[in-house]
């Protein structure tokens, strides 16, 4: 065809920018877990403190996950750290004062959050409100609910059963062969897809780039797995993130749904007029949201073995932060969850290198602030760089 | 004739992995206007850039020089000094403010310490009244037609007195009138001696308005021509590379039976309850090519998006298609019944700009590839470069965005997301607006292909050569009625304009 000689070398531009841009996320992440390595003297990187690490970062992450989807789909939710405080209060007041089984307390903390965000979402799609106006209402009454039904005070201590969900550890075999089973998945879903596009005739990728990039994860993650287990094992709720993720990667790559979220957020008046439901998709959207919330609530109570009326406070913030670092773009249309979950791991290193560090807190904040808005300046001038030339 | 305002000399602009522009030439005398032609991606736009400053100096290669003195910008604000004013196709207007506001925007009237708004609003109606627009100055601006936006621009572009101004397709969205009014604004600057430079796709504008013409195509010049020296034939084969023997390719098909039946359908604003279409009935039959005209606000548009579902307010009547009764609340009531509609403004309607090429094209039938009821992302792949590559898509990858590609080939991408649904009716609403004369004719041959093919085409266009060249009848609406139907035996340019304006007499078109 004609188009194939004077087009080549925009392509070959094109794939490497793009991977720049997705590798940028993953050197920052890397400078960032060298220099604390560096300043801690190795202490950084040692496995009690990766250990803690991925707990510490798990409630964000969870957050991150929804608040992917949401600005995704053109907007934003600031009551998810209120009600992660709320849900994860629930659970505890339903365990503490009228003695509820771990089971049924984790369903009633998830589906109040499922509930509340389906509240908000009927607001938003349904109303018209602004989310921006509807959820910060909603962090406000979030809260409040959660100081009158705990009356102020602490709730604590919870069952054992309970406790386990944070603060557990898998065994060394069984970490191990995880870790091997999502390795061979990896391979089989690597060569299915390969497979696949053979058979319809369609451009495959160099087998060396595709195994390459393969074998590096897989390095990383015996090599993470093998940190940890030199500590006490994988951290369970490292474990949930890790679902969760997986759970709305699923999500967004492969129904409708997840198709039609990153339309409506691209375009909703095209997306409207191609016959795609923009009230009943964006309502689906802020229930996911309030069902992880209940998700966050619980790791975040069985963490502290308590809920107190503080909990969860500024938590929307860090995961909007973290899944703006992870490059999904505040216009809507753009984001992925993968670079959400690592957006959430830069700021929980920042938070965790800097403790370590015995730097006073206040400098967490400063330099967390910093960081995000450098991450959406280098997002905007590598656009701003791509749209001049094309 | 006399100096020349603007000399460019041997222009070479480069992108990572492209040549925008190779060693272009722009040769354009003093109070001259000069038309620069070229198909999409031929670069006239980003000529204009350098020659503007958005590209500064040290960006590209070559010589810029005005009044014979070399010049080089670093930035848009050293350009204008230089008395070079640019209106682009995109406005650059502040909707929220008043026509007074954003004509003096930018004007030392607005850096006054007290801003004296009345000599602001005199200023104002005096150049309002020079274009000869009887409106407040205060109005907020957009409560205006685009169409006399555009001339706010222009008008604003005049305040600064600037020596070279450069219009960018400035009549693609202006009435008949308004072309009138800006024809007549352009000869009197002229007359003031200052020079013009013209981009259009309208070549029958360029000739009625132009002095001279250059041509561009693939980023080098072809040629520059005076407009007495030269046809509108001559130009589109320079613009093309390659004579284009038929502009409109009808072709002899066979009309089957009845595909599509509206009956007394009637629908009204969604806020104001004013009726935008009374009692309008019409037929369209398996593989004809239904041709609707007329003058804009005529309610065309509306009409076919209201009976596509995609238009807030209510309707009544009746909507037959295939035999079978149609109740058409939304989209998607109107996708399943076999209806499909390609938007006059397909970056705000028909695509996802920052989506993949593929995922455009699958977004109105996902089901298609979901066989297993989730979405297989390779057979995705396969069959959008099936579709795509029928309709010719330029790209060199189909996971390229959409807003990488140019309008004819997004008009391509936008038919793609059409014919994936496998319509029985496919209405187009101004299928080749903005796109370059190749990839019309490429268009032309699809809807002909369709038709052939069974589907009943519906295609709404303000270019009435257009129209007369494609279609098997004709439609022609006015204030919101059908006002008659035509053959395309009985149709003329002048029946068809004498139909669009009837029941119109007083009541101006260009007023909202």
Redo the contacts between chains.
């Keep these: 065809m ?2 194939s000689s ?9 794939s490497f920018k793009f991977n720049a841009q997705s590798y940028a996320l993953i050197i920052a992440l890397m400078m960032i877990v060298l220099i604390f390595g560096i300043l801690t003297g190795g202490e950084f990187l040692s496995s009690r403190n990766l250990s803690n690490l991925f707990a510490q970062m798990t409630v964000i992450a969870v957050l991150a996950i929804g608040m992917t989807l949401v600005i995704v789909a053109g907007h934003i939710d600031l009551s998810v750290g209120s009600l992660a405080g709320l849900t994860g209060g629930i659970a505890a007041i339903l365990q503490v004062w009228f003695g509820w089984d771990t089971v049924w307390v984790v369903l009633a903390a998830i589906s109040a959050g499922a509930l509340l965000g389906l509240w908000q979402g009927w607001w938003v799609a349904y109303r018209a409100v602004p989310a921006f106006i509807v959820t910060l209402g909603g962090m406000l009454i979030f809260r409040g609910i959660l100081i009158g039904i705990s009356n102020g005070q602490t709730v604590a201590p919870l069952n054992e059963g309970f406790k386990i969900i944070s603060n557990s550890y898998l065994p060394y075999s069984v970490g191990y062969l995880l870790a091997l089973v999502g390795v061979v998945l990896l391979f089989f879903s690597a060569w299915r ?1 390969q497979h ?2 053979q058979q ?3 451009i495959i990728e160099k087998p060396i780039k595709i195994y390459g990039t393969l074998i590096v994860y897989t390095i990383l993650i015996l090599l993470l797995t093998y940190m940890l287990n030199r500590y006490n094992g994988i951290p369970v709720p490292l474990l949930i993130v890790i679902f969760f993720g997986g759970l709305f990667i699923f999500i967004s ?4 749904f997840g ?2 979220i ?2 409506i957020g ?2 909703e ?9 923009i009230k009943r998709n964006t309502l689906s959207v802020f229930v996911l949201m309030g069902a992880l919330a209940g998700v966050a609530g619980v790791i975040l109570t069985s963490r502290l073995n308590a809920a107190s009326v503080s909990a969860g406070e500024m938590y929307e913030l860090d995961a909007i932060a973290a899944c703006v670092i992870g490059g999904t773009s505040l216009m809507g ?2 984001g992925n969850i993968v670079g959400a979950i690592i957006g959430a791991l830069i700021m929980a290193s920042i938070d965790n290198g800097m403790s370590m560090m015995n730097i006073e807190t206040f400098w967490q904040s400063i330099v967390k602030g910093l960081i995000l808005i450098v991450a959406v300046w280098i997002d905007i001038s590598s656009k701003k760089q791509s ?4 | 004739m006399g100096a020349y305002a603007l000399q460019m000399e041997g222009i070479t602009k480069e ?4 040549k925008a522009l190779d060693h272009v030439t722009l040769s354009v005398e003093k109070g001259e206007i000069h038309a620069l032609c070229g198909e999409n991606g031929a670069g006239k736009s980003t000529l204009m850039k350098i020659l503007s400053g958005v590209y500064p100096a040290g960006s590209f290669d070559g010589r810029i020089m005005i009044e014979g003195r070399e010049v080089s910008f670093r930035n848009i604000k050293a350009s204008q000094e230089a008395g070079i004013a640019i209106i682009y196709q995109e406005l650059a207007l502040v909707p929220e403010m008043t026509i007074g506001e954003n004509i003096f925007l930018s004007s030392d009237l607005m850096r006054e310490k007290v801003l004296n708004w009345n000599r602001i609003y005199a200023e104002t109606k005096r150049w309002l009244d020079y274009i000869g627009l009887d409106i407040d100055p205060q109005r907020k601006l957009g409560d205006l037609t685009v169409g006399k936006q555009q001339l706010i621009e222009i008008v604003k572009a005049l305040t600064k007195h600037a020596e070279i101004l450069i219009l960018d397709e400035p009549t693609a969205a202006l009435t008949e009138s308004e072309v009138e009014v800006l024809a007549a604004i352009l000869k009197d600057l002229q007359a003031k001696g200052v020079t013009c430079i013209y981009i259009s796709h309208k070549l029958g504008e360029v000739m009625r308005l132009a002095d001279s013409v250059t041509i561009l195509r693939d980023g080098q010049t072809v040629d520059t021509f005076n407009v007495d020296e030269i046809t509108e034939d001559t130009i589109v084969t320079k613009m093309v590379g390659r004579p284009l023997t038929d502009y409109f390719p009808y072709e002899e098909h066979e009309i089957g039976e009845e595909i599509l039946r509206v009956q007394n359908y009637s629908f009204y604003h969604k806020s104001t309850d004013e009726k935008i279409a009374d009692n309008v009935s019409f037929k369209l039959r398996k593989g004809e090519i239904l041709g609707v005209s007329g003058l804009m606000g005529a309610g065309r548009s509306e009409l076919f998006i209201s009976l ?1 579902g ?1 238009y807030p307010g209510k309707s009544y009547g009746s909507v037959t298609i295939d035999g079978q009764s149609a109740n058409i609340q ?3 009531d ?2 399943k019944a076999g209806l499909a ?1 390609v ?1 006059e403004d397909r970056k ?8 993949e090429i593929t ?1 455009n094209a699958t ?2 039938a ?2 298609n590839v ?1 066989p297993k009821g ?2 297989d ?3 995705e ?2 069959s959008s ?1 099936e579709m795509t590559n029928k309709l010719n898509v ?4 189909l996971e ?1 965005k959409v ?2 590609l140019s309008g004819g080939n997004q008009q391509k991408v936008v038919l793609s ?1 059409w014919l994936f649904t496998n319509p029985k009716v496919l209405i187009l609403d101004e299928p080749t607006r903005g796109i370059d004369v190749g990839a019309k004719s490429e268009i032309y041959k699809i809807i002909n292909e369709l038709s052939q093919q069974g589907v009943g085409i519906v295609m709404i266009s303000s270019e009435l050569p257009e129209i007369l060249g494609m279609s098997d009848r004709i439609l022609v609406m006015a204030d919101g009625t059908i006002s008659g139907e035509l053959s395309r035996e009985e149709a003329t340019q002048e029946s068809v304009m004498k139909l669009a304006t009837t029941r119109r007499d007083n009541h101006d078109p260009v007023i909202n």
């Design positions: 004609t188009q004077t087009e080549k070398p925009a392509e070959k531009k094109l897809n696949k596009r319809l005739g369609l790559n492969k129904t409708s198709r039609y990153y339309a691209g375009n008046e095209a997306a409207a007029l191609s016959g795609i439901n249309g753009r749209s001049v030339s094309s | 992108f990572p992995g492209m596509f995609g939304k989209p998607s109107a996708i509609y938007s705000r309607y028909g695509l996802v700009l920052g989506m995922k977004l109105a996902l089901r979901m989730l979405i992302a390779s057979l792949l396969k470069e330029k790209t060199h990858s390229a807003d990488q997301k």
